[in-house]
Structures are given as structure tokens and as C-alpha cells.
T-cell receptor, first 111, second 114 residues
Framework: RKEVEQDPGPFNVPEGATVAFNCTYSNSASQSFFWYRQDCRKEPKLLMS???SGNEDGRFTAQLNRASQYISLLIRDSKLSDSATYLCVVNTVDSSYKLIFGSGTRLLVRP | SAVISQKPSRDICQRGTSLTIQCQVD?????MFWYRQQPGQSLTLIATANQGSEATYESGFVIDKFPISRPNLTFSTLTVSNMSPEDSSIYLC???????????FGPGTRLTVT
């Protein structure tokens, strides 16, 4: 089983749609969770951290379910510029500061 | 977040040669990492660059093939040695500026080996 698993997609949605991605992680001891965004031929960029209480940043909402070991990202009112690959990221539990990256979910927002 | 630059941004190299990639940060950072991202794949961690000591390599990566230096808290290099076409990839450095786990990435070096 992969340490971080994501549906690769692509998710093809119209502008204005709401879309949700889920991600599961295998190690229940993980403490830090993130969503990164990666545009084609660009480096990954931190989109948001994911907190136990859930957090929101504009049109983006991230939630963590520790009991089920999954993380979600909700994007409301999708824009064409949201088209990218979204990476689910979890820290390792060996206090090394390393991160484990999921393989990514590709989002295509069409006009 | 830190501002990170990488040189070169891209290169085309011949089989059997070596390329050194530089990563420069505009502020002192706790941790620096080197990743590889092959076409259509996610990121694979090569090693953690430790300041003043040998890098810590992940399974499948060895120092002879990927020697790393980190002479101070703002700079690191990764060398890809004795290159083969299988080394064609994007190489990314990342940093953890503070006490948290968030990593910030450089723009990457796109390497093609012919």
C-alpha cells in the first residue's frame, strides 16, 4: 500500500463548479498535512496546510479526518486558473522533516 | 517563505558526463532537500543535504552517483555523475525555513541526457 494515495483523475469540470479531492495516508502517527499545487512544467507550490479543525482560504477548504486517515480539498467556484495537479503531502514520522508526496490529482477546468 | 534559485534552469548533457546543480536561498534555512521528478511522476526524495556533514540518502540513491554539498545554511549543490539517459528528469531543491514541516521549492533544473 502506498503511504499517500490519491485518485490521479483527471477531474474535468466546468467553470464555477465545486470539486473535491480526497487523499488517504497509511501512517496514523503522521502529524502534518499539506496540499500543494503544481502547474505544468513548474515546481510544486504550497497551497495550504491542513489542520485538525479544518481550514479555509478563500475558495479552498481543507479537512482532515484522523480516524479514517484521509484528507480532503474542496474547491468552490472553480476558475480556469485552478487547472493544475494537486499533491497531497504528509510528513514522515521519524522526525527527519521529510515529506511524502502523493502522485497528484489532475484538475482541468473548462470554459 | 524563502526565495530559492537554481542553476542551471535546464541543460542537455552527453552520456557519461557530470552536471552540478546549484541551489541558493535568500535566507538561512534549517533543512535543504533534493528531489527528482520524472515525466508524469510525482516527486522522489534523493537526499537531505546536511550543513557541515554528509548528506542523508534515500533508498536507491548513493553518494557516488549523486554527491551533495552544503557548505552553509543558504547554499547546496547536487551533482549527477556519469549520466545516462535514465537520469533525464527535473531536479528540484526544497527548503524548510523554520520549525514547521512546510517545504518551499526552487524552480527546478530540467536535465536531458543524450
Amino acid at each position: 500500500r502506498k503511504e499517500v494515495e490519491q485518485d490521479p483523475g483527471p477531474f474535468n469540470v466546468p467553470e464555477g463548479a465545486t470539486v473535491a479531492f480526497n487523499c488517504t495516508y497509511s501512517n496514523s502517527a503522521s502529524q502534518s498535512f499539506f496540499w500543494y499545487r503544481q502547474d505544468c512544467r513548474k515546481e510544486p507550490k504550497l497551497l495550504m496546510s491542513v489542520y485538525s479543525s479544518g481550514n479555509e482560504d478563500g475558495r479552498f477548504t481543507a479537512q482532515l479526518n484522523r480516524a479514517s486517515q484521509y484528507i480532503s480539498l474542496l474547491i468552490r467556484d472553480s476558475k480556469l486558473s485552478d487547472s493544475a495537479t494537486y499533491l497531497c503531502v504528509v510528513n514522515t514520522v521519524d522526525s527527519s522533516y521529510k515529506l511524502i508526496f502523493g502522485s497528484g490529482t489532475r484538475l482541468l477546468v473548462r470554459p | 517563505s524563502a526565495v530559492i534559485s537554481q542553476k542551471p534552469s535546464r541543460d542537455i548533457c552527453q552520456r557519461g558526463t557530470s552536471l552540478t546543480i546549484q541551489c541558493q536561498v535568500d535566507s538561512q534555512v534549517t533543512m535543504m532537500f533534493w528531489y527528482r521528478q520524472q515525466p508524469g511522476q510525482s516527486l522522489t526524495l534523493i537526499a537531505t543535504a546536511n550543513q557541515g556533514s554528509e548528506a542523508t540518502y534515500e533508498s536507491g540513491f548513493v553518494i557516488d552517483k549523486f554527491p551533495i554539498s552544503r557548505p552553509n545554511l543558504t547554499f547546496s549543490t547536487l551533482t549527477v555523475s556519469n549520466m545516462s539517459p535514465e537520469d533525464s528528469s527535473i531536479y528540484l531543491c526544497s527548503v524548510t525555513p523554520g520549525l514547521g514541516y512546510e517545504q518551499y521549492f526552487g524552480p527546478g533544473t530540467r536535465l536531458t541526457v543524450t
